[in-house]
């Protein structure tokens, strides 16, 4: 997911809405792999597997070798879409990175922009009180100073803001992100194992 670049100050000067605070990992590997995860093995069925025994015990050793043939090539298939998925899973962790990547260079900027607009902040506050001990002979260049404060002032104040949002939004990014490396890991270990076991399967046929 592409992020456009945000300016440096809000324009709205609004808060981040709780749904956007509350926002975790989503997305298709929000909640971990579909082929490897433990919710896409069926229960074990005694009774599937005896019936499967008692077929197989009325066979011909050229039809039972015609079956195992056939079920290794799905395996195999399998095999394949396995590890397809886990390309697609490591895909998504790349977009998910980059995105942070991207949120950081905003913090970045939005600090900055926090400490020239403090800055200029006080620039015009030490304009103020010069012009403040002159009120009564430049009352109008005291006038306009003030508002230039004032107006400094809200800047600042807006940046804050804009900056402090950023940083929630890192933290919550980051946050997104160990979920999905930590469910990744686990995934990836679990693929691995399944993929053990059907290479073992193959062995014994």
């Given at each position: 997911?592409?992020?456009?670049?945000?300016?440096?100050?809000?324009?709205?000067?609004?808060?981040?809405?709780?749904?956007?605070?509350?926002?975790?990992?989503?997305?298709?590997?929000?909640?971990?792999?579909?082929?490897?995860?433990?919710?896409?093995?069926?229960?074990?069925?005694?009774?599937?597997?005896?019936?499967?025994?008692?077929?197989?015990?009325?066979?011909?050793?050229?039809?039972?070798?015609?079956i195992n043939k056939a079920e290794?090539?799905?395996?195999?298939?399998?095999?394949?879409?396995?590890?397809?998925?886990?390309?697609?899973?490591?895909?998504?962790?790349?977009?998910?990175?980059?995105?942070?990547?991207?949120?950081?260079?905003?913090?970045?900027?939005?600090?900055?922009?926090?400490?020239?607009?403090?800055?200029?902040?006080?620039?015009?506050?030490?304009?103020?009180?010069?012009?403040?001990?002159?009120?009564?002979?430049?009352?109008?260049?005291?006038?306009?100073?003030?508002?230039?404060?004032?107006?400094?002032?809200?800047?600042?104040?807006?940046?804050?803001?804009?900056?402090?949002?950023?940083?929630?939004?890192?933290?919550?990014?980051?946050?997104?992100?160990?979920?999905?490396?930590?469910?990744?890991?686990?995934?990836?270990?679990?693929?691995?194992?399944?993929?053990?076991?059907?290479?073992?399967?193959?062995?014994?046929?």
């Open positions: 997911r592409t992020q456009s670049p945000a300016p440096s100050v809000p324009a709205s000067g609004k808060s981040l809405t709780s749904s956007e605070k509350e926002r975790r990992a989503s997305g298709a590997f929000a909640g971990g792999a579909a082929i490897t995860s433990p919710t896409s093995r069926p229960d074990d069925d005694p009774a599937l597997h005896q019936r499967a025994a008692t077929a197989e015990s009325g066979l011909s050793d050229e039809a039972v070798a015609k290794l090539k799905d395996a195999k298939r399998l095999s394949k879409v396995i590890k397809g998925e886990g390309a697609a899973q490591k895909k998504h962790l790349d977009a998910q990175l980059k995105e942070l990547a991207n949120l950081q260079k905003l913090q970045k900027k939005a600090s900055a922009e926090e400490s020239k607009t403090h800055a200029a902040q006080g620039k015009a506050s030490k304009n103020v009180h010069k012009l403040r001990t002159k009120y009564l002979q430049a009352k109008a260049d005291y006038e306009r100073s003030d508002a230039e404060l004032r107006a400094k002032d809200e800047q600042y104040a807006a940046s804050c803001e804009y900056a402090q949002q950023m940083t929630e939004k890192l933290g919550e990014k980051t946050h997104e992100l160990e979920e999905l490396r930590r469910q990744k890991g686990v995934d990836d270990r679990e693929r691995e194992a399944k993929l053990v076991e059907l290479a073992e399967a193959r062995k014994k046929n």
